[in-house]
């Protein structure tokens, strides 16, 4: 059985034992090991059961690549299922529990799975849950949810109790992997100047030279890595991080980084995780290789390990996982194992070597110690049941049916050869190609994942690269099946994925069911979907389906990469994004003045606007009336800070800019303002706003409140995706300043109280340009536009100080009795004016002309976004549904969204319908209800009189007028 060995872990302090439960049992560790080695140093082998068989289930290896032992995690609020123990560090306290049995992990009365196997080959409930019908619901489904998952899902009560937090960083260089070669990559980078990442799953760096105490430059591994770590962590522009895993590449050098800093110490105070968001001008992947297993009957069962992992249980933490250890192999390294095990004690029955002749210096070494080689030999199965207790072995190439002999052992090591990690080099597209010699997939460097210059952005290194530092060892064996002629009894027990259970033989029915297609056939047999992503099972997997198909490998071809490498935690992917900040509330800076004169709120988007500004004893309905009568009067002010924001530069801004709006930027003044639309690609409109030329190659674009965000990542969206070789930049400033309407007759002799270098008259100061200089000591930038067509400006200052302007403004326009109106006012005044508002006149299906702003559509550009979806036969068909005002004929006010009806139903049942409200209002201006609505025809139906639905199910009648009510010309707000 496994153990701890008397002497020696390099990575562990003996003078710290630490206690922790699994299944509630106490057992002992000490500091520096990982709960993978402290239960083998317990003597626990059999740490779970499989997914669909619930077969017993060990510790196969040391690192990411785990795929048996899974565990849950802690408790309460810190309960986590499907922890790997092999990556998990050990603290005082842990609590682990096994999963996937009941009643027990010893007794687990699923494990009958494993005597009906027969019944559940692969893909078998493609075949059996489809008649009879009414099964599904009543039995297949209700067993299938119960048996699903691995581990408990936490309850629905617990709330997570740590923090988790995200940076962004920018680094010319990021080196994935902390062992020699990702050292040297990073050391190279540093002594160029270059800014360097280095980062390290694991808590340690070195890699495998380290465990296998190779020597580096003239120098044991060990401190060649140390020497290294200090000369880097000394250099500025150098970040060394450890526990920290790149989890996947993204274009333009973007990447992330999932960076463990608490998991090992709970409750500290400090982040639990933290997700890096890195932007690297190169990225090196040192991210090693990975032992394959052998696939034999018996592979799966608590005891059988990767010999590289027995290796690294031995060296680094002073665990065996048996006292008397077989080795079998197809290549050399293995080898090393055995005499690490010899050396610690431990004995060695056999190697077994798949290969005719083992030869060479470790084979040598190995017989030097005593222990005998097993040439031309396989592993036929394993003997045990929870645990191992001997090897069947009979000859490679045969079908397994005569025993040669029958060794006795308690843990069997075995090594099928080593692949190279290429996730990162594949995420964006990096091609692989074969190497026969090694039997595996490794970089193509003519063909790596290419950045936005058509250059390749990632290079791999080391082992990852296909160096896996095996220069004058013997040839290796590709082994894909002990033995190479296995009966089916035998393929029927070779395990190639133990965490579902997937065998040889299931790849085999696949292909001879047709999936040859390596995406279809992981799919029907789930072979690379347990959670370690197929990181030990893939490549065994495919060259199974590859002989099974009669082909070769490369044509068979890889699944697909994806990110995550291993998985990340939702708490880091969220970050700070919990509680009250799950959906920021983002606020004016002159929020809390509002709050103080008690505004009543309406959310616009994330933001928070005031509604209206009620008095003692007033309702919302008088506050409104009041605000728009004393704005049209004399004068109002709006905190309109929420107004999107964008600043586009560059010397094709211009024309990125004609692309997005109906109407021509490129032309307009510096100094003058431009009101624009922009449409979707089916030519619906989508936003509007003011356009401002700032400078010959600045432009800053007005959006509507809630679509900056969006309106900012349209813009991007077409910059990297279609026009990327425009030199545009664009920058959302939404936040860097408060804005501010003040409104009104009285508007300019109230801006002029305050003082400044700007001429505010009629003359100097047109409607429809903008200004930049000084309203006393602030500086500001005003521009002459109206949303209410009254006398206004619109003055952008510095966030900071808004609400100094603000206060400023209220005590000026005191002697005018100056009002701040909320958004409600805003909208009837606008409404007043006929002016759209987007989502109340839009709705994903109005075009431009719909709402009689055909005037704003350019007929001299050859294109922009929208005209060829906006000339569509449907879309200039007379039958649309157009934009009109409605008064009705009793002055009330008609219901929002009110439909007006016609006699008959459609095809679905429906009333048929002719048109509908899409704003509507009391008009204290006019003293009775106005509205905007779309109508069929409606511009040549002037003057008739429609029915509208109201809520008691009756109808109002309305007249059909012009949607302008007020100040059809314009007059009041060119003064």
């Not at 900040?581 to 809390?592: M, N």
């Not at 005031?610 to 004068?635: D, F, L, M, W």
């Not at 860097?736 to 001429?759: N, S, Y």
């Amino acid at each position: 059985m496994s153990h701890r060995l008397g002497t020696g872990g390099r990575l562990i302090d003996r003078a710290r034992p630490m206690d922790f439960t699994f299944n509630g049992k106490t057992m002992r560790g000490y500091a520096g090991d990982t709960l993978a080695a402290a239960l083998l140093g317990a003597g626990q082998v059999l740490v779970g059961r499989s997914f669909k068989y619930h077969r017993p289930r060990g510790i196969m290896a040391s690192g990411a690549e785990e795929p048996n032992a899974l565990v849950g995690l802690g408790e309460g609020q810190r309960y986590e299922p499907n922890q790997r123990v092999t990556t998990t560090e050990l603290f005082p306290g842990l609590k682990a529990s096994s999963q996937n049995h009941w009643p027990s992990l010893e007794f687990d009365v699923g494990a009958i799975n494993a005597k009906l196997w027969r019944f559940f080959p692969a893909g078998f409930y493609y075949k059996t849950f489809i008649a009879p019908r009414p099964f599904w619901k009543h039995l297949y489904e209700p067993i299938i949810r119960r048996s699903a998952g691995l581990g408990r899902a936490p309850d629905a009560e617990t709330h997570d109790a740590d923090r988790y937090e995200q940076i962004h960083a920018f680094c010319d260089v990021l080196v994935a992997g902390g062992g020699i070669a990702g050292l040297k990559a990073a050391r190279e980078a540093a002594d160029a100047g270059q800014r360097v990442i280095l980062v390290e799953q694991t808590a340690h760096f070195g890699g495998r030279a380290v465990v296998d105490g190779l020597e580096v430059e003239g120098q044991g591994a060990e401190a060649w890595v140390a020497a290294q770590l200090a000369a880097l962590s000394s250099m500025p522009g150098v970040t060394v991080l450890s526990r920290t895993m790149v989890s996947g590449v993204y274009d333009h050098g973007y990447a992330l980084a999932y960076q463990r800093i608490a998991d090992h110490t709970p409750g500290a105070e400090k982040p639990r995780h933290r997700l890096w968001r890195i932007r690297a001008g190169q990225i090196v992947s040192a991210t090693g290789a990975i032992e394959r297993p052998l696939s034999f009957a018996g592979n799966d069962l608590p005891g059988v390990m990767l010999a590289s992992a027995v290796r690294d249980y031995v060296v680094n933490w002073a665990v065996s996982p048996g006292k008397s250890v077989a080795v079998v192999t197809n290549n050399d390294d293995a080898y090393r194992t055995a005499l690490a095990l010899h050396a610690v004690g431990i004995k060695v029955p056999a190697v077994i070597d798949a290969r005719r002749e083992a030869t060479g210096d470790l084979p040598a070494r190995v017989r030097a110690a005593g222990i005998r080689v097993i040439e031309d030999a396989a592993v036929r199965h394993v003997e045990g049941g929870k645990a191992v207790t001997g090897v069947a072995l009979c000859r490679f190439n045969s079908d397994g049916g005569a025993v040669i002999e029958t060794l006795s052992c308690d843990a069997l090591a075995m090594s099928g050869g080593w692949s190279p990690v290429v996730h990162l080099w594949s995420h964006c597209g990096g091609k692989l190609l074969w190497n026969e010699a090694g039997a595996f997939f490794r970089p193509d460097p003519a063909r790596p994942p290419l950045g936005a210059d058509g250059k390749g952005f990632v290079t791999c290194v080391g082992a990852a690269n296909g160096e896996l530092g095996n220069e004058g060892e013997a040839p290796m064996l590709p082994v894909w099946l002990m033995p190479a002629q296995a009966s089916y009894d035998l393929r029927a027990k070779a395990w190639l994925d133990p965490q579902n259970d997937v065998k040889v033989s299931d790849v085999q029915l696949a292909a001879q069911e047709g999936y040859a297609s390596v995406e279809h056939t992981k799919r029907y047999t789930t072979l690379g979907m347990a959670t370690d992503q197929g990181k030990l099972s893939n490549i065994n997997g495919l060259a199974i389906l590859s002989d099974a198909l009669g082909q070769p490998i490369p044509q068979t071809g890889t699944t697909t990469f994806r990110p995550p490498y291993t998985p990340i935690s939702l708490g880091a992917i969220a970050g700070e994004a919990r509680g009250g900040i799950f959906q920021p509330l983002r606020k004016t800076p002159i929020y809390d003045w509002h709050a103080a004169r008690g505004a009543h709120w309406e959310p616009v988007g994330y933001w928070r606007r005031p509604y209206c500004y009620p008095q003692a004893g007033e309702t919302h309905a008088q506050a409104v009336s009041r605000e728009i009568n004393q704005t049209r009067k004399a004068v109002g002010i709006l905190d309109a800070s929420t107004l999107g924001k964008l600043v586009v530069k560059g010397p094709d801004a211009g024309r990125f800019l004609d692309m997005l709006y109906t109407n021509v930027m490129s032309n307009l003044k510096v100094g003058k303002c431009r009101y624009g639309l922009m449409c979707n690609e089916n030519g619906f409109l989508s936003d509007d706003g003011v356009v401002a030329r700032i400078s010959e190659d600045t432009w800053l674009c007005h959006t509507t409140s809630g679509g900056a965000d969006r309106i900012h990542a349209w813009m991007e969206d077409w910059l990297q995706c279609e026009w990327w070789d425009w030199k545009v930049h664009v920058v959302n400033l939404t936040e860097q300043f408060a804005q501010i309407a003040v409104v009104g007759p009285k508007a300019r002799a109230v801006l002029e109280k305050l003082g400044g270098d700007m001429d505010l008259s009629a003359e100097a100061f047109p409607f429809m340009d903008w200004k930049e200089g000084h309203l006393g000591d602030i500086p500001a930038r005003i521009f002459r536009i109206s949303f209410s067509g009254e006398l206004s400006y619109e003055v952008a200052v510095p966030a900071g100080q808004g609400l100094a302007l603000w206060e400023r403004l209220m005590e000026a326009g005191a002697e005018f009795g100056v009002a701040p109106y909320g958004t409600e006012a805003l909208h009837v005044m606008r409404a007043e004016k006929g002016f759209i508002m987007i989502g109340d006149e839009t709705d994903g299906t109005v075009i431009p002309q719909d709402l009689g702003l055909g005037w704003a559509i350019s007929k001299k550009k050859a294109d922009f976004l929208g005209k060829r979806g906006m000339e569509r036969e449907a879309m200039v068909s007379p039958d649309r549904w157009q934009l009109v005002g409605l008064e009705t004929l009793d002055g009330s006010v008609l219901p929002d969204g009110a439909l007006a009806p016609l006699p008959g139903k459609n095809d679905n049942g429906q009333q048929e319908t002719q048109g509908r409200v899409t704003s509507t209002y009391f008009s204290p201006t006019l003293g009775k209800g106005i509205a905007m609505g779309l109508l069929h025809k409606g511009p040549a139906r002037m003057g008739e009189v429609v029915q509208f639905q109201n809520a008691s199910g009756g109808t109002v009648a309305a007249r059909v007028v012009d949607p302008c009510f007020y100040d059809k010309a314009g007059e009041k707000q060119n003064v």
